[in-house]
């Protein structure tokens, strides 16, 4: 603000003052004695409720002054006045660093705790993983799920099946440093009927419904060209994020001939934003924490689902 807004800031301010505290003094003044203590405004309702001018109650005018002088104290402590920063030196700017650092302070006593503790430890830390569960649900939830479950082209973390692994170490390392998965469009090495019988043998991988004299031409065609990154079986690779495809589970949407031969035509790749230097390493590990608790329990009930379809006919 420069002088002159600043005077003009003042000079309303100060008139204001002054002009409440007049208005204030003029209205309460106690009704002369030869007068009658009150005369009526001529106003009148329902036959017999009448509007009189009565001075303000006393209880009534002392909250006025008292309001008036927490006014001026205010204005003395706090800005207010034009560029007059007020006594305490009391900033917005200031008030929210305090807060952050307070805030900061207490988080850092929180992650101390964790510290030092390997990952496997602080999966089975109900304490961690509750902290680690907020880190998720800030930073996390708007891609992967609230519950982790994932959508399409958004991986599941809370299942046994991982595009980079499962080890705590690589979890926390794909959170850390992002990932970046990234197919090529594979339609110029598929000449002729490639591409359809490529398809129909990627689909025979996972046990779908598919042609079989078609995916017999393409298994070729999938150990020369596929199985670079998907590995000769099918079942992926951890160093590049390649999927499994032999597993039945689909990052980008459901298998089906249309689905399988877009995604080798027109390529497909996912972004992982590198966490490391947005939430540093303290929340990483928990939220790392978090993921290993919920895929450990998931894994677990997955093989119980398993044992009991075992058990049954
Ligand atoms: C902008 C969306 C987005 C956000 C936000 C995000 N992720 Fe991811 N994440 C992805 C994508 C996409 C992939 C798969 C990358 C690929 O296809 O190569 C992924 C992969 C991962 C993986 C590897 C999964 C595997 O199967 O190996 C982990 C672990 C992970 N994310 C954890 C997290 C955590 C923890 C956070 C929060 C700190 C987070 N992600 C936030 C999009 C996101
Ligand atoms: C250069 C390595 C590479 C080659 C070669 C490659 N892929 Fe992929 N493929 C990937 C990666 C990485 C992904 C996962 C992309 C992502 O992170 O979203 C993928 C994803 C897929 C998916 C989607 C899987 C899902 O779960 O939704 C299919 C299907 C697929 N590939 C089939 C093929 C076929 C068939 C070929 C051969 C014609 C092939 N890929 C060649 C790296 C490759």
């Known amino acids: 603000m420069n002088g002159a807004w600043s005077w003009y800031v003042i000079v309303l301010t100060v008139a204001n ?25 001529g106003h ?22 008292l ?4 006014g001026i104290a205010y ?4 800005p207010g006045m034009g560029n007059f920063a007020g006594t305490l030196g009391w900033t917005s700017d200031r008030q929210v660093q305090e807060n952050l650092d307070a805030n900061q302070a207490r988080l850092e006593s929180l992650y101390a705790g964790f510290r030092g503790k390997s990952l496997s430890a602080l999966a089975a830390d109900p304490a961690a ?8 649900a800030n930073n996390c939830a708007a891609c992967h799920g609230s519950d982790a479950r994932g959508a399409k082209g958004y991986p599941n973390l809370v299942d046994s099946d991982w595009l980079y692994g499962g080890e705590p170490e690589t979890v926390l390392a794909s959170i850390m440093n992002g990932r970046n998965g990234l197919m090529p469009p594979m339609g110029a090495t598929l000449p002729g009927n490639g591409v359809a019988e490529v398809t ?11 042609d079989s004299k078609l995916a017999a031409a393409g298994k070729a065609k999938f150990e020369s060209i596929c199985a670079a990154c998907h590995g000769a079986d099918g079942k992926g690779n951890h160093a590049l994020g390649a999927p ?8 980008h949407g459901e298998g089906t001939a249309q689905g399988v031969s877009n995604i080798i035509l027109h390529g497909v790749g996912g972004v992982m934003p590198a966490w490391g230097p947005i939430i540093g390493e303290d929340r990483a590990r928990l939220a790392a924490a978090w993921i290993l608790a919920q895929a450990t329990a998931a894994t677990e009930s997955e093989r119980e689902d398993a044992a009991h379809s075992g058990a049954s006919p």
Request: hydrophobic share 50%.
């Open 200 to 210: 129909q043998y990627t689909l025979s991988l996972s046990g779908l419904e598919h």
């Open 244 to 251: 499994n495809l032999t597993d039945g589970i689909w990052l």
């Open 44 to 65: 009148v309702w329902d036959g017999d409720i009448e509007e009189l001018n009565n001075p303000l109650p006393r209880w009534w005018f002392g909250l006025f002054i």
């Open 129 to 136: 993983t509750k902290v680690g569960r907020n880190v998720f």
């Open 67 to 70: 309001t008036f002088i927490f």
């Open 17 to 41: 003052m002054v002009g409440i505290l007049w208005l204030l003094l003029a209205t309460a003044a106690k009704p002369k004695n030869d007068k009658p203590a009150a005369e009526s405004m």
């Open 75 to 78: 204005l003395v402590f706090y």
